[in-house]
């Protein structure tokens, strides 16, 4: 039986997201028996609970050392004094990650893994090399590019990006080079190119049988022209980027500008319509009522509503993320709007601007500036994202799978 362990990085969705479309490849690929084990902590755990509920066992909390949150996304000073010293109840980052990487030493001497897969767990990678496990890093990230703001980081990320290397294999959940969304903040030296491998996104591709259509969807029957306003990431980011929002809808060039916000919050307290006439109704009395539009606020859209609403909008409005600009700029083919909250994210919209797949702002008046130079300059738009999507790599997770078979066998 051949033994895996799975490392997962708590910091947002992105690293289970892409880990569990691997988890259902591995399973299809390897005909072997398998026994898969994971570990991480937080939200993440428990969504692997949820997931394997028969095999907790296999399931792993080790608390891994993540930034403190702050206003706007993670908080570089109080992360900096958290690093000896008790911060917002939490304990001294030296001790957090200390435990860590002996709770994860001891895991891995106690299941001998045969392979293990890092996505984003940095410590894990140094383990795996001590021990002498053949591992695979799953990243969109190596040495981020980082702004004149943002320089005294670069020390601890020429720290990082060495430990990363240290993977038998890295792999670039990407389409290779020209159409590299994260190009920016790869930048891998020569001598580590022959271990990387760009694979592509970790779509899924399922086709998503459409049921009986939604008192949104049916709302939607009719609407062009919209913006799909999407808020994603953790509590900080999430909170950063509905504030950004609200102030952006209240500029008069956005008094005309019909949108649907999609809160990612599984609160259907949030769902609401407003009116041109300035009044608020329930979807179903909008729907009735035949209400001129123009905003739908949404809690969490099920996966059809969001394929229709992403079929539907002329353009989406996101924060950068790598997972949402994959699957908006190569799944549908749709251009964005960026507004970003870490340099990662800068990176990455100033990369799709420069290919005239979208549009960066960072300021209430860029985003109302941007909007209007979407709907002005529509179709240049379109062109560039309609030949991007023709060059969009959506089997990473497949490929991915694919090595960490020849690397067991061999």
């Known amino acids: 039986m051949k033994k895996i362990g799975g490392f997962i990085n708590p910091w947002g969705n992105g690293h289970y997201t892409r880990m569990m479309a691997l988890d259902e490849a591995i399973r299809k690929n390897l005909q072997d028996e398998l026994e898969i084990h994971y570990s991480s902590c937080g939200e993440i755990y428990d969504k692997l609970l949820k997931k394997f509920p028969a095999h907790t066992e296999n399931l792993h909390d080790i608390t891994i050392p993540t930034p403190i949150d702050g ?3 993670p908080s570089v000073t109080l992360s900096l004094f958290n690093f000896l010293l008790p911060v917002a109840g939490r304990p001294p980052l030296v001790s957090v990650m200390a435990r860590y990487l002996i709770a994860e ?100 591709g399922k086709e998503i049988p459409h049921g009986p259509k939604t008192e949104l969807e049916r709302l939607l029957e009719g609407s062009d022209g919209f913006g799909y306003w999407m808020i994603t990431g953790n509590k900080s980011t999430n909170d950063t980027t509905a504030k950004k929002y609200k102030t952006i809808f209240q500029m008069p060039e956005m008094e005309n500008e019909r ?64 997972t949402a600009m994959g699957e908006i700029l190569g799944a549908k083919a ?38 209007a130079r979407m709907h002005d300059d529509y179709g240049t738009f379109q ?16 490929k991915t799978a694919k090595i960490v078979s020849e690397m067991l066998s061999n």
């Open 71 to 73: 206003k706007c996304g």
């Open 105 to 204: 030493g001891r895991l891995y001497d106690s299941q001998k893994f045969d392979l293990v897969i890092n996505d984003g767990d940095v410590g894990s990678n140094v383990i795996a090399e001590k021990r002498n496990v053949k591992s695979v890093f799953v990243t969109n990230q190596f040495r981020t590019r980082l702004w004149a703001s943002r320089a005294f980081l670069y020390p601890g990320l020429l720290y990082i990006s060495k430990k990363i290397a240290k993977a038998t294999r890295i792999i670039v959940a990407d389409s290779p080079p020209p159409y590299t969304i994260c190009e920016y903040n790869l930048n891998f030296p020569d001598s580590l190119k022959e271990k990387v491998t760009y694979v592509g996104h970790f779509t899924n």
């Open 383 to 398: 062109d560039s994202v309609k030949e991007f999507a023709k060059n969009y790599e959506r089997n990473g997770a497949v």
């Open 259 to 322: 949108r649907i916000v999609s809160h990612a919050k599984n609160d259907p307290t949030i769902d609401r319509v407003t009116g041109r006439d300035g009044k608020t109704y329930s979807i179903a009395e909008a729907l009735e009522k035949r209400v001129d539009w123009i905003q739908i606020d949404i809690g969490f859209l099920s996966e059809q509503e969001k394929n229709t609403v992403l079929d539907t909008c002329k353009y989406a409005v996101i924060n950068g993320s790598h």
């Open 334 to 371: 749709k251009p964005i709007i960026g507004i970003p909250v870490y340099d990662e994210h800068t990176n990455q919209i100033k990369w799709a601007e420069e290919r005239k797949l979208g549009i960066l702002a960072t300021t209430a008046k860029q985003t109302a500036r941007a909007v």
